[in-house]
């Protein structure tokens, strides 16, 4: 059984589901999630996570029947079902609580892409310890994180890494995609801006993204657009008819890009993979003052991923009162040409691909998860009859390919 709460969390359950069923094609499976993983599951979510992606207080609140139902049907379903394992990907306010259920059930449960802990509310450490037999961590750093708290978590790869690889492999040419796209400058520029995936983001993102984009006469600029938002909704956030959409090509959109405003989150890490240089903005609902509450509460120096990784500046970071169109123009402007900023951020793009390996994360956890259960993995050929009998993998076996670092500081 797998829950994913947000459509980042249905694309990598999905590439999960895929793996597992590589080493147990007879696998029987039940879910939250999205559409990704009903395709890789063979079957339709219990619940889709358009009815449980909620993100901010407020929003919260008001979806508080809603998200008590899903929490009570979850029960019910692991209940119900007693699966071998729950595989919980990240959501971490349902899930921790779906994960104290289980464990109380006898239910094996693991993790699969950590609760930012490390950022804030550090004392989920203690119930993720109580209640999660393996943690399947996707940044390096996060191990010497739990080390210090007395507990091991697997380092399994980030699997933005591949996702990213393969689809840099299968670009259409520039050409073909500006038309395809319907650009009405196909030679001129691309600024690419990317408001985030809720529609409480793009409300209050969007619209100083595109203040800032519209100093750069020598560009054009292109929404990289969520697949789960109606395109109306971007038109009246943007208040401009014509404005280019993007639907569904992200990274070729951030490929032919010279470079891009992106919202805090997942998609730092991946316009980072891709090369693109980037300003990372999160405007939210609050300003001065709850950007003074969160430097109190956050326990990290950075917010944005590649930041973190690499434990440095390498893009700015323009959070709530700070991010303003004149903000992002300013730092913007060095990254649209050729400028000892531009080559900062390409160098530090380097070095935090470096840290991040190349482990293929679905597989990795995978091999974990079916050593555990005692599966039989496919043989690649016939052992011989006089072979000797191997002796039992680590429960924690070492990833095929390169072991990426442990340790992102320095």
């Not at 890789?40 to 449980?52: F, K, L, S, T």
């Not at 030679?187 to 519209?214: H, Q, V, Y």
């Not at 805090?264 to 991946?270: F, I, P, W």
């Not at 043989?379 to 993998?393: G, H, S, Y």
Request: proline share 8%.
């Amino acid at each position: 059984m797998l829950i994913a709460g947000e459509a980042s969390g249905d694309l990598h359950a999905s590439t999960l589901i895929t793996s597992l069923r590589k080493l147990d094609p007879e696998a029987e499976f039940r879910f939250l999630g999205g559409d990704l993983m009903s395709k890789a599951a063979r079957c339709n979510p219990e619940i889709h996570y358009d009815q449980m992606n909620v993100m901010g207080f407020s929003e919260v609140l008001r979806s508080l029947p809603r998200i008590m139902r899903n929490l009570k049907e979850a029960k019910r379903i692991v209940k119900e079902f007693r699966p071998d394992v729950l595989i919980l990907v990240d959501y971490p306010s349902f899930n921790l609580k779906v994960a104290k259920y289980a464990h109380k059930l006898g239910v094996k449960v693991d993790y699969f892409i950590s609760p930012k802990v490390w950022a804030w509310k550090e004392w989920r450490v203690k119930q993720i310890k109580k209640y999660v037999d393996n943690l399947f961590s996707i940044l390096p750093f996060e191990v010497d994180f739990y080390k210090k708290r007395g507990y091991d978590v697997t380092y399994v790869g980030n699997p933005s890494v591949q996702e990213i690889d393969y689809a840099l492999g299968h670009l259409p040419p520039r050409k073909h995609f500006v038309e395809r796209q319907g650009f009405s400058e196909p030679d001129k520029p691309i600024i690419a801006l990317l408001p985030g995936s809720r529609k409480s983001e793009i409300r209050n993102n969007l619209p100083l993204m595109l203040t800032a984009a519209r100093q750069f006469p020598d560009f054009q600029y292109a929404v990289a657009a969520a697949p789960a938002v109606p395109e109306k909704f971007y038109r009246e956030i943007a208040q401009d008819p014509g404005i280019q959409l993007v639907f569904g090509a992200t990274p070729t959109l951030l490929k032919y890009s010279q470079a891009a405003i992106v919202t805090s989150g997942t998609a730092t890490l991946e316009t980072a993979l891709i090369g693109t240089p980037q300003v990372v903005v999160y405007r939210g609902n609050g300003k001065r003052l709850t950007y003074k509450i969160m430097e109190k509460l956050l326990k990290v120096k950075y917010v944005s991923l590649p930041n973190l990784i690499v434990n440095n500046s390498v893009v700015p970071e323009l959070l709530l009162h700070l991010c303003t169109p004149y903000h992002i123009m300013r730092e913007l402007s060095p990254l649209l040409q050729n400028s000892p900023k531009r080559e900062w951020q390409l160098s530090g793009y380097k070095n935090m691909r470096r840290r991040l390996g190349n482990s293929v994360a679905s597989d990795y956890i995978a091999e974990i998860i079916a050593d555990d259960l005692g599966i039989q993995q496919p043989a690649v050929e016939p052992e011989p009859e006089n072979k000797p009998k191997p002796k039992p993998r680590k429960r924690k076996p070492k990833p095929r390919d390169k072991k990426p670092e442990e340790n992102g500081n320095d």
